[in-house]
Nanobody, 127 residues
């Protein structure tokens, strides 16, 4: 069974850091592109970061310079390092995967670009 499992969420003070992990089971992440999304209460799920098979990355403007997405194929895991966290970063964070590449005509930050999804991990930012 193909599964993605997020972990690493929690409560952090503004300005703090967290590292989220997205571990795959039942398939090898080497051949998949990965996106991180987040959804705050009452808001649409939005794309945060993306990493291709070759390691190229994209970020939402709101997190550029603060978040870093990386992949460790040996551990079958993708990470999202989040620094300088703000109250507006508070959300449930999801990772998503699709094989090969983002479909033609789609974009990395569209939910429909991904086939497999994790169940999410909560990130709370509060003093």
């Amino acid at each position: 069974q193909l599964q993605l499992v997020e972990s690493g969420g929690g409560l952090v003070q503004p300005g703090g850091s967290l590292r989220l992990s997205c571990a795959a089971s039942g398939f090898t992440l080497d051949y998949y592109v990965i996106g991180w999304f987040r959804q705050a209460p009452g808001k649409e799920r939005e794309g945060v970061a993306y990493i291709s098979i070759s390691g190229s990355t994209n970020y939402a403007d709101a997190v550029k310079g603060r978040f870093t997405i990386t992949r460790d194929n040996a551990k079958n895991t993708v990470y999202l390092q989040m620094n300088s966290l703000k109250a507006e970063d508070e959300a449930v964070y999801y990772c998503a995967a699709t094989r090969g590449r983002i479909p033609y005509g789609s974009t990395w930050y569209m939910r429909s670009s991904y086939v497999y999804w994790g169940r999410g991990t909560q990130v709370a930012v509060s003093s």
